[in-house]
């Protein structure tokens, strides 16, 4: 498994975020209509008690609801984000098929010499279960046990990201009654109005985007890897089980195919087709060599 820089992901981060800057110092003349751009437009949205409220009250409430380590494990998240591994389902249909074919002439046995080659540390696992001849059932079994696990632990550290988002707007809220609170108690000092009503404003501004642009996005796209993973993870436990079965590698290849997205098997079978038929060139060509 490689790590690349998920582009896609750094474009968007910037992207929104130079919306919202655009967007602030960016003014439209109420007469003439025309644009102008004025960076001093920047210091209305930079209040510190807006960000004491929203930022200090979320990080508050999350150091509250969860411990120290789900804290810790943030940059890691950050690198699976940014730098996530690359699970290709096809690759590991292919790693598979193989070992089905060398199970199947060889002996189960045989796929000990391949184990130090594999890098997932799931696949490996699971067949060395094979090869150590561990009863099918206990197989399955400690497989969907490994598949839950993981399941459950990746759910637990998105709810970190999940319950930020929620935090977010509602400690926005609570800045937006401060400052309305404070802005009706000192209503006959008319001074003190735009301040207030400024912090009530700006609060849910903070809120909305931290909730927006950073937790809610980051709590999906750890969905999304979560997903490949799970995924590829699958297709090892279906695949490991269908070879110590002793079924034909043809019908797992069938088999694991179908468990792919439809986009993924046509790219699959359209792939696996030319490299067939360039395949068919060569032998010909060798063939008219010989004659």
Request: with cysteine.
């Amino acid at each position: 498994m490689k790590r690349k820089i998920d582009i896609n992901t750094l474009l968007g981060l910037v992207l929104g975020l130079g919306c919202m800057f655009l967007s602030i110092i960016i003014s439209k003349d109420g007469v003439t209509g025309a644009y102008s751009i004025s960076v001093i437009n920047l210091g209305n949205f930079i209040d510190p008690m807006s960000i004491l409220i929203v930022f200090g009250g979320t990080i508050a409430a999350l150091m509250i609801m969860f411990p120290v380590s789900q804290f810790t494990h943030i940059p890691k998240h950050l690198q699976i984000i940014l730098m996530p591994h690359t699970y290709e389902p096809t690759k590991y249909i292919e790693t598979l098929v193989e070992c089905a074919k060398k199970a199947r002439i060889n002996g189960l046995l045989a796929l000990e010499e391949d184990l130090n080659a594999m890098d997932d540390p799931f696949m490996k696992q699971s067949i060395q279960m094979v090869v150590d001849s561990v009863d099918p059932e206990k197989v399955r079994t400690q497989m969907e046990s490994w598949l839950d696990s993981m399941d459950e632990r990746h759910a637990q550290e998105r709810a970190f990201y999940d319950k930020g988002a929620a935090m977010g707007p509602a400690f926005g809220m609570v800045g937006t009654l401060i400052g309305l609170i404070n802005m009706m108690k000192n209503l006959s000092d008319t001074a003190s109005v735009g301040p207030n009503m400024a912090v009530a404003l700006v609060t849910t501004f903070y809120g909305s985007l931290l909730a927006n642009l950073i937790f809610s996005p980051i709590s999906n796209k750890l969905q999304v890897r979560h997903e490949e993973e799970y995924l590829c993870l699958s297709l090892v436990s279906e695949g490991v089980q269908a070879i110590q079965a002793g079924e034909n590698p043809n019908v797992i290849q069938e088999k694991l195919l179908r468990m792919l997205p439809a986009y993924k098997q046509k790219k699959y079978t359209g792939a696996a087709g030319a490299e067939g038929a360039e395949d068919g060139k060569k032998a010909k060509g060798e063939g008219k060599k010989k004659k």
